[in-house]
């Protein structure tokens, strides 16, 4: 049978994903990119903020109008299910099966059953199971890759939902994690590898005693990669060791990406972050001590009790700490958080008129920090035409794919995708380069 999956969400899905495409595969189902060709259609869901649930529900919804043509099965996985399994099973009876986050490994098996009559609708799971696995299929381009080294999160910040859906903070070993970047090197020909995790910072605290960071990134650095990506260090996480040492090896992309959240220490207690603002400003002195760094980070703005005062704080940061790239989320009140039961909720219209503050303002810095690079050359991983512009396109180690800039450049020799070249930064278009390649 056919089968085609829709994955929403984080990059942490995605591999989940890729996973259960594998799993797939290795048990014989033809798998396909168009749901009109689908036999049975998965949507892998993600269950985080409003936006990402409606997203998810918007999407299940559409997939199901393929039954009235090819589509025999729908099924529903992922965080949403694992949060909301009872009132998804209510809700959406033209789905076949529900599945948490944590029953990929079973699907195929599940998915027999489902043929045969004999499988239940919905199978939740334990949140702190694990199922780590090597095998993929890769749905970037094969030149980049997704890696996941840990699984949860511990932080317990008041207004996340995460350690209700994914579970404790759970790493993998460092001997798993080498092994499956050797298969997606030697596999697919991967040039950058992207470590993800909720918080990469703590790895491998619960299994070894301590953060084994830096040990898990020199055996990775041995691989025949170019780039390694580290997302989503937790700013109280950082130390001065681990920039010292990403600074140091040249195969560690000067890319920091730290959520702070919110500069005011009142809402960052609120919040349950662990860290105060001098200690984010002088953390941030800190990073750009040790040479060219992109520092990328998150915002929520309109957490409840946030008052004008904390905002124009807010707003102060943005001016003066000048951070390459951030964005912007309007508080969201979930279910089961701390902070959904706190007095002092924000308007919507209020949070949203911060939100777009804030973006309107970090336009200018982003643009104003990109304009030290013009008449420079950087190394740019190729990727692709835009046909449009009639040029080529990629990114530098400061750009992380889908989310930064893209670097747009004319070359007079033929390209390979996949590969670095040298180009001269000669101007900005908005909010992304032009440039040339450079051939010695």
Partial sequence: ??????????????????????????????????????????????????????????TVLEMSEYKKGKCKYLIVTGCLPQRYMSDMADGFPEVDMFLGTANYHILPKLIKDLVAGRSERTYTNDKDVRHFSPKRVLTTPYHYAYLKIA????????????????????????EDIVDEAQSLVKDYGIKELIIVAQDVSRYGVDLYGEVKLIQLLEKLSELDVDWIRLLYLYPENITETLIDYIAGNPKI??????????????????????????????????????????IRSTFIVGFPRESEEDFAELEKFISTAKLDRCGFFAYSQEDGTPASRLSGQIEEDVKLQRQERLYALQENVMIENMKSRLGKQLDVLYEGIDYDMQMFYGRSMFDAPQIDTNIYFVADKPLEIGRIYKVMIEELDGEDYIGRAVFD
Avoid: W
């Fill in 1 to 58: 049978m056919k089968i085609g999956v829709v994955s929403l969400g984080c990059d942490k899905n995605r591999i989940d994903s890729e996973n259960m495409l594998a799993y797939l595969q290795d048990d014989g189902y033809e798998l396909t990119g168009d749901p009109s060709l689908a036999e049975i259609i998965i949507v892998n869901t993600c269950g985080f903020i409003d936006s990402a649930k409606q997203e998810a529900i918007d």
């Fill in 151 to 174: 699984e949860g999160c511990d932080n317990k910040c008041t207004y996340c939902a995460i350690p209700n859906i994914r579970g404790k903070y759970t790493s993998r070993k460092i």
């Fill in 253 to 294: 992309c000067n890319y920091i990406d730290m959520p702070c959240q919110h500069i005011s220490d009142g809402i960052l207690k609120l919040m349950n972050r662990r860290i105060k603002s001098e200690q984010i400003y002088n953390l941030i002195d800190m990073i750009r001590s040790k040479g060219d760094f992109t």
